[in-house]
Each structure stands twice: as C-alpha cells, then as structure tokens.
C-alpha cells in the first residue's frame, strides 16, 4: 500500500493543499484560501477594536497580568465572557473558543474546528484578530500553551475569564490540567468581572447595535400577533418571532412565550420552553424576547390577547401594570441610583399586588448587573448610579395577590444626557389579536 507522508502540523498554504483536499491534516489546516473572500459580514470598526483591546490591556496592567485568556459560548450569558466583544465571533458548536491577549503582540483565537469552518471565521473577526488556529479536535489548552511559548510568557502571569460570568463558570478542569501542566512555571488566576467593567458603559457604535436590536424586538412582536389565532400553538408564535429576528440580520437571544385563558388564568410568565398548547378565544400570551444584533440584545415583553381583554385583565394593566411600569421608568436618568427603581417597583405591594422579584436589570451585552430586584440591588460599584451608555431593561412582572395572574411588561432603554431612549417603538398597549 502506497502511504503517503503526513503533512507537518502548522498552517499550510493554499497552494500546498489544494490538490490534497481528501487529506484530514492539509485540510484542517489550510490558510489564504479562495474560499468565502466574497463573503459580506457586518462588523464593527478597526477603530473600535482597538479601543476594546487598549481597555483591555489598561485594566491587565491594573492588575499586573501578562496575559489573558477570555473565552465565548453558545449559552446566554457566555456571550458576555469576551471572546465575542474581543472578536465579533459568537460560537455555537462548542462549549467555549477562545481569544488569547498578550499585553504586548497580536492576539489569537482558538477555534473549535479546522478547515473551512475556520476559513469563514477567519472572514468573520479578520478585522479584530489575524491569528485564528483551531483546536485540533479540542486541544485548546495545548494551543495556548504553544502560543504562550512563542510570546516568551511561561514564567507569565495569566489571567482567565470566566465562560459564564453570570455562575462563574471557567475552563473545563481537562483544558486547565493541560495549561498548568503545560506552563509549570507561570502563574494562573481567575479574574472575576473583567468584562463588565469595560461594557457597562457603551460606545456608539455598540449603542447602534442595541438599537437594531431593539428594532428586531418589535418586529418579532408584531409577527406573533400577526401568527396568534385560535388553533395555532405557542411554539408556532416562537418560530414567527424567530423568523422575525433573522430575516432582520438578528440572532435569536432567548423566547420565553406562553398562554392561559383569561377567565381563569394560571400564568403570572411566559414559558421558558413554548410548548404544543394550543391557543383559544380568550387567551392572554405573556412573552420575554431577546433579540441579538452583532452580540448586543435587547428585550421587550408585552402582553397579547386572543379577543378584548375580560375587565379583570383590562383592570389590572390600568390599575396595576401600566402604572406601576411608568414610576420605575421615571427613574431611568444619568445621576439616579439605581435603588431608586427599587423603590419606585414597591407600587405593587403597595396596591395590594405582588410581582416576580425581578423590576430591572441592566444589559451589558447580555443580561447583568444592577440587578433590580423587589428586595434588594445587586451588583458591582459602578453599576449603582446610572450612567449616559448603560442599558437597563425595565421588566416589572406585577401578580395577583392570589399568584395565579400576571403581566409581564419590559422595553429596553438606553440611559442619555437627558434622560434616556428607548430603542422600540411598540405601543404601550394590550395588543388584540386572533
């Protein structure tokens, strides 16, 4: 049998694999291929970038790191893990890639798969990072590693963030052996937040996306009254959504949607998982959409009824809702403390009513902090007082005093000089459809 040699590890040219496209090593590896040049992403400016890296570094230098490893998945709040915002990539095939930032030398990302899948990554973070390598079937730690020794920093002090920097979830413990054994002489630490600091307060061109994205939010919206008739199911209003958001350029955050009759209701939420129920003459449809623009979201949640809304629901939106949202909106202003919505949201015991704990919470590139709450404000010192370029998601979720009815009313707003913007233009109204 005639064998043929095994192409050195590394990146190959294209005119070295061309003609050797059946072979695993050459294809994994391939670079400056034809493929994809004419591909058209929307991406942020090489302007941009740079001041992500250089704010990046500051806060390295604050904390005498060398380097640092931040990472990016597919699960919600990994978006805001910093692999995205350092890169422009969102990846879904993986637990996590990675970007690797050197204090001083060009950056890397470690992606999940070889080929031509990393060929069209290359494409897609071109303008933020040159150096992209694979994984080689997972080995991520082992290619950090390898890069690490080609920037000199085994003896390093090297900083990883989270994956999940809302449950505080790192690298898998298989990654972190390799790198540790990899590096003995370097010194490991898990940051905490690091990427928070840097996105609370947005740039235009990141406050330009939350826009889109809040136009995607009402255009999913309008689709799901468009779709919400008798016989239809609640996962069918989820598809319309859906549709909505992509056929817009928009990436679909999370769908929460779900129904209950109005004449005896046992829904104060909508359904984190839309399911086969099938929707009747008077149903309300409570729903929380995200929709994602570049990586950036914004929410909206806004209630639907199937045929006018009975007087017990059409009360408690006057009386309860509606009210109740617009005294936790008037503390949206540059300057507020961020207990002032708290405050504003004790409305609802104060009428008589409860409400889900959540009131607001603010949106770096996800969901975060200050998180409202009915009982208490969380988050980090900065997140306290509002500041022109925060996002805050105002959802207050009052209930009856019963627990068996609800509405869910939630717009994202951009805080301003003046006060603030808020990024949809959908009414508010009980939306009447079917």
Request: with cysteine.
């Amino acid at each position: 049998m005639n064998v043929q040699p095994r192409t050195p590890l590394g990146p190959q040219p294209w005119e070295a694999v061309c003609d050797k496209l059946d072979q695993a090593l050459p294809f994994a590896n391939m670079r400056g291929t034809p493929y994809y040049r004419d591909a058209v992403y929307e991406q942020f400016s090489a302007q941009e970038y740079a001041r992500r890296y250089a704010a990046l570094r500051a806060k390295m230098k604050e904390h005498k790191l060398d380097c640092v490893i931040a990472a990016g998945g597919p699960s919600h709040w990994s978006f805001g893990a910093g692999m995205m915002w350092l890169t422009g990539h969102c990846e879904w095939h993986a637990l996590a890639s990675y970007v690797l930032v050197p204090l001083d030398g060009e950056p890397t990302m470690i992606y999940s798969m070889g080929g031509t899948h990393a060929e069209a990554v290359r494409r897609v973070v071109e303008v933020a990072v040159k150096d992209v390598r694979h994984s080689r079937n997972g080995q991520y730690a082992q290619v950090m590693v390898e890069r690490l020794k080609e920037l000199k920093l085994e003896r390093g002090r090297i900083g990883l963030m989270e994956i999940d920097p809302r449950h505080g979830d790192y690298m898998p413990v298989n990654q972190y052996n390799t790198l540790r054994a990899g590096l003995p002489d370097a010194e490991i630490v898990f940051t905490k937040g690091f990427l928070h600091d840097l996105v609370v307060i947005h740039s235009q061109e990141e406050l330009d996306c939350v826009r889109k994205a809040g136009v995607l939010c009402q255009r999913a919206m309008e689709a799901m009254i468009a779709r919400a008739k008798p016989g239809a199911k609640e996962y069918e209003l989820r598809a319309a959504a859906a549709a909505a958001i992509m056929d817009g350029g928009g990436d679909i955050d999370f769908l929460i949607i779900g129904s209950t009759p109005m004449a005896s209701p046992a829904m104060v939420f909508g359904n984190p998982r839309p399911s086969g129920r099938v929707l009747q003459k008077g149903d309300i449809i409570n729903m929380e959409l995200a929709a994602g623009y570049r990586g950036y979201t914004a929410q909206i949640g806004s209630p639907i009824c199937l045929g006018k809304p009975t007087d017990m629901v059409r009360k408690f939106w006057e009386e309860i809702t509606l009210p109740g949202y617009h005294k936790i909106v008037a503390e949206i202003a540059p300057g507020k403390p961020a207990e002032a919505m708290r405050t504003a949201s004790k409305f609802f015991r104060d009428h008589g009513v409860q409400s889900r704990p959540t009131q607001c919470h603010g949106i770096d590139i996800v969901t975060d902090n200050p998180h409202v709450s009915a009982e208490h404000v969380r988050g980090v010192e900065g997140d306290m007082v509002l500041k022109p370029g925060m996002v805050i998601m105002a959802e207050p979720n009052p209930i009856t005093a019963d627990g068996m009815f609800g509405i869910f009313l939630g717009h994202t707003f951009i805080v301003n000089e003046k006060g603030h913007e808020i990024v949809d233009r959908f009414p508010l109204q009980i939306a009447v459809a079917g």
